[in-house]
Structures are given as structure tokens and as C-alpha cells.
């Protein structure tokens, strides 16, 4: 188990680095920064140029509702982007932290892992939810009726938000499956009920509990289509909509029992590792034409701005797993791929020793066949052949009694 932290409460909008995929792509800093407990900061990388787009512009939606920062703090480190990350914030560069690839040798079953349980979500079309453009993602409010249980804890719901790529490139999920990248992903954020809100909990090591449900291009869903249709609405940053309440529940895979499940971080500073992660292993579909809307429909500055940015590639790039191990619920592709290689493995193996073994009786067939000087002729007492013998004598000796 990791250690409780007390986790630093300031806040902040920063901008992310160029786009970074699963194969580790563009990734010319991972590893630069030392992953050690907190305090450590790590050797500072070099700036990069401004982007002109907001190239991975986000800032923690989990913070909503009561944080800002200061337009010259933006300003400075708009060109380091995610590199500078861990200078300013040591969480950034320490341990725990997210997003993860869930990879076949960090994986293991847990039989202990059950379906997991959601309470309110089927909100009436009489409550409201707000949908907001925060400068860095789409969020959308959540009521404090909506709850998850994780034993021991109930873990209440705050807001959910979106990660998405670009027209250039349609990979924008944080999380990766066997290295790949999804076209998106939406996290569903709750805090533990213990403490007073989201922004006490975030402090504490079991404060927040997220959902991650993985986006990918199929056909049109209209449950999604309820807040990307807005997207129209809130173009720019600080505008906001509201909407009639639904069943946010249908925007989550069917399964409930399939998932990915870690401990890690916030993906944007401070980075605090205080994120409890269940990460669905089925996707949900959304169209091109959806995708498209996310993708173009919003920007990072406001309605005013003479240099409007585009919000876009708005994930962080991969972070090592370290020693951490990621618990699966389900045992097809883990267990069963470990029991279909070990019976192939038998099989094989059994079939190989048949064939050895039947060659090497039949060697020994061969070996049995030994020629013998034949005896005297006056100690032949029984019906053998006599050694020398004409056509004649060798006819009869061989015929039928």
C-alpha cells in the first residue's frame, strides 16, 4: 500500500506538450524526471516552442468549481508545457502517478474485485446538470445524490470531463490497452464521503475515486449526444449551459464487472496520488461526426480573445507503473490466455515425446534382426535348411508340411 501523503492544496491551469502516443512517440523527456517521494524535483527540461493551437491546454476538471489562476501565471509556462511540470509541482515528478498502458506483465486478477455499484445516476429531467467550458476540457456538474461504493467507502459524485485528440491525429485517451490509444476518454469523478468536499478529499491518499471510460468511433450515441450537442453553445472559455437531468449511467459500459483498477494520481498538477482508478476494459461507441464536434467545436480563450486557441490533444503522456501492479475483475484475456498457452504448451510438448519415443522403438525393431552362422549338418536334428543346398533342397525345405 502506498503511504498517506498530505497533499499540497494550490492549484492551477497549465498547458500540455505536443501530443505523446503509446509508443512512445515524441516522448524526447520520459524518464528525465526521477520518480521519488515527495519533495524531489527533478532536473528541469528544456522549453519547447509555443504551440499556436492549444496543443494539450488542460488543467484539472476536478478543480472546477474553485480554482483560478492568474493570467501572467499562465503566461509562463505556456511554452514548457507538461516538461516543466515537476519544477513547479514535486508530485508531478513522483510516484503513483497517471496515466497508465495496462500491459500484459503489470496485470493480475483479483478475484476480490465485484461489480461496481452506482446509486443515483438516473438523475430526473427535473434536476439540472451544468455543462461549462473551463479553458481546458468540457465538464459537466454532477449531483451530490449520485454515489459509487468501493468497500469500505462510499465515494460521492463531483463532475465528469472529457480527453480527446485532434483532426491531425484522432488519439486522445489517457489510458492505453496493450498500447493502444483511444480516439477519447471520459472520467467520472467522486470524492470519498468521509471528507467535506473535493477539494479536502484530493489531500488525502483515499480522497478521490475516478472512472475511465474509454471512447471509441462507431455509431451515433445519443446519450452522449447530450452534451456534445451543446458544445456549440459554450465555444468559449467560461461560458456554460444547463441541461435537463438523465441517466449519466448510460454512458458507461453495460459491463460493470470488467475493469481495470490501480491507485494513481490526478493527471494535471499538482499531480496529487490520491486517485483510486477503475478504468473499464469495454469501450463505448460515439460517431465520426460526434468525435468531429469534440474535437473542433471548442477553445481554449475566451469569446474576446484577438488570438483564439483551439482546445485540443488536451491527455497527458504516459507515466511508469514503478512497482505498482494493476488488478484486473476478469479473468478472459488474463487467466485464460495464461491457461490456453500453458494446455498448447502440454500439448505440444506431449506430442513431441509420442513421436521420440516411437522412433526410438522403431530403431530398436530394426536392431532385432540378427544373422547367425547356420549349424553343421550333423547337428541339424531339426527341420532348418542345411547351409549348402541346391534349388531343389531349398524349395522343399521352405514348402508346406
Known sequence: MRPHFLLSTELCHLHYRSPLYCDGTNNTNTGSVKTTVVGHIGPKPQQQNANPKCVGNIANAIYDNFQEMSKHSREEIRNDGENSWATKYSFCGGVYQSPLDFHGSILQYDSTLKPIQLYGYNASSTDYFTISNNGHTVSMSLLPS????????RYIASQLHFHWGSLADQKGSEHCIGGRRYPAEMHIVHYNSKYADVSTAMEAADGLAVLGILIEIGSFNPSYDKIISQLTNIKYKGQNIQIPGFNVQHLIPERLD?????????????????VLWSVFRNHVFISEEQLLLLETALYCTGQNSSAPIEMVDNYRRLQQEGDRRVSVSFREG????????????TVVLTAVTCWLFQR???????????????????????????????VHNFNMCFSPM
Open 146 to 153: 449520485m454515489y459509487l461504493e468501493i468497500p469500505p467507502f
Open 258 to 274: 470488467e475493469y481495470y483498477r490501480y491507485e494513481g494520481s490526478l493527471t494535471t498538477p499538482p499531480c496529487n496520488p490520491s
Open 334 to 345: 488474463i487467466v485464460l490466455a495464461v491457461t490456453l498457452a500453458c494446455v498448447l504448451g
Open 360 to 390: 526410438k522403438k522403431r530403431g530398436k525393431e530394426t536392431k532385432k534382426v540378427v544373422y547367425s552362422p547356420a549349424v553343421p549338418m550333423e547337428e541339424n536334428t531339426s527341420k532348418e535348411c542345411p547351409r549348402k543346398m541346391g
